[in-house]
């Protein structure tokens, strides 16, 4: 029997998701195989959930904890925050330095794929297309009009270190372009202002796990809103999520083979999910989510569900592969 801790909470607008994220792990990682604790980080401290409800201080010299009067310290972490700490580096450095394996990407991946703009330059740089932005640091002069010189309209305006389209805004009225980077600095120090990608959105899970590499089929997302905002990605019957997408082969060939590559380039481990737009001609790259969405209705679940793989055995790949035996 192993034991994992499921760590969750993390100090961002994506919260609450972590928490549920990490309930749906607990409930279906394999009684058989692994014992588990949930773990939430925040900023106010580190606590454990024991059997019996009560919660513990995790002590954070070797990331323990005391149950029946015997120390546990863990053989493996399952990353189940969405955010910071979890999905930018700092936790994953924190674990590197304890020696203890986990389920996501190391540190130096976690916090180039977090930094959006850093990330999409190395994928830019990689030859894949990605949208064309400027970074705004909090505090610089903004000179609106610059930017929708050199971006047109409409564009996306979101927080740069973000996720679940927290403080996210498409903006089409140049009126509009302050009060939207006005709501993104609220979640950030940094903001990226991108030109808008007109396409379809195709999402499409991957992952190495035990030598070998899984390309999930992809899911294609058409929000109900105007784009896959926060309400639209987490209220059911708010977006169709479309698994498999239905796309031409050449496409599909073209998104499965990118998602493979980049996650090799990026140096990802674990189960990672990449977000396209494919317009008529062209695939372009929006993000690389290291720790996705994992409930039951999330999109790689779904993906995994559609190849018959269930969220248990999803779950026990993950931590297979990072268990030496
Ligand atoms: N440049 C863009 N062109 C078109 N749609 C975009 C663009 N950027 C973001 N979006 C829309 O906003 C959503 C959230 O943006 P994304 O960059 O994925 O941030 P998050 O990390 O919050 O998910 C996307 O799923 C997509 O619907
Ligand atoms: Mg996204």
């Known amino acids: 029997m192993k034991s994992i801790a499921i760590v969750c909470g993390g100090d961002s607008g994506e919260y609450d998701i972590s928490v549920k994220s990490a309930a749906v792990v607990k409930r279906n990682l394999d009684p058989e195989k692994f014992q588990s604790w949930l773990i939430t980080v925040t900023r106010k401290g580190w606590l454990a959930t024991m059997a019996d409800g009560s919660q513990q201080v995790v002590d954070r010299n070797d990331f323990s904890i005391v149950e029946n009067g015997q120390k546990i310290v863990f053989d493996a972490v399952f990353n189940?925050?969405?955010?910071?700490?979890?999905?930018?580096?700092?936790?994953?450095?924190?674990f590197e330095l304890l020696n203890i394996p986990v389920t996501s990407s190391g540190q130096l991946t976690s916090a180039i794929t977090f930094h959006k703009?850093?990330?999409?330059?190395?994928?830019?740089?990689?030859?894949?297309?990605?949208?064309?932005?400027?970074?705004?640091?909090?505090?610089?002069?903004?000179?609106?009009?610059?930017?929708?010189?050199?971006?047109g309209l409409p564009v996306f305006v979101k927080p740069n270190n973000g996720g679940?389209?927290?403080?996210?805004?498409?903006?089409?009225?140049?009126?509009?372009?302050?009060?939207?980077?006005?709501i993104a600095f609220r979640e950030d120090h940094q903001v990226l202002v991108e030109a808008f990608i007109a396409g379809r959105e195709m999402a499409c899970g991957a992952m190495r796990a035990n030598g070998r590499m899984i390309v999930f089929p992809i899911t294609e997302v058409v929000s109900k809103k105007e784009f896959f905002d926060y309400e639209?990605?987490?209220?059911?019957g708010m977006a169709d999520e479309i698994t498999p997408a239905d796309i031409e082969e050449e496409a599909e060939i073209a998104i499965k083979a990118t998602a493979a590559e980049l996650y090799h380039l990026l140096e990802c481990k674990g189960f990672v999910r990449f977000d396209f737009i494919l317009t008529d001609e062209e695939l372009y790259f929006l993000e690389v989510n290291i720790v996705p969405g994992i409930s039951e209705a999330s999109i790689l679940p779904q993906q995994a569900a559609f190849m018959g793989v269930s969220l248990t055995s999803l779950f026990n790949m993950a931590l297979d592969n990072i268990l030496t035996a």
């Open 232 to 236: 639209a990605k987490y209220t059911a």
């Open 117 to 151: 703009d850093f990330c999409k330059r190395i994928v830019h740089s990689f030859g894949v297309n990605v949208a064309k932005s400027v970074l705004l640091n909090k505090g610089d002069e903004l000179d609106e009009e610059a930017i929708i010189s050199a971006l």
């Open 80 to 94: 189940a925050i969405h955010g910071t700490p979890g999905e930018n580096g700092p936790l994953s450095g924190y």
């Open 164 to 182: 679940s389209s927290v403080g996210t805004t498409k903006v089409k009225h140049p009126e509009e372009l302050k009060i939207a980077i006005d």
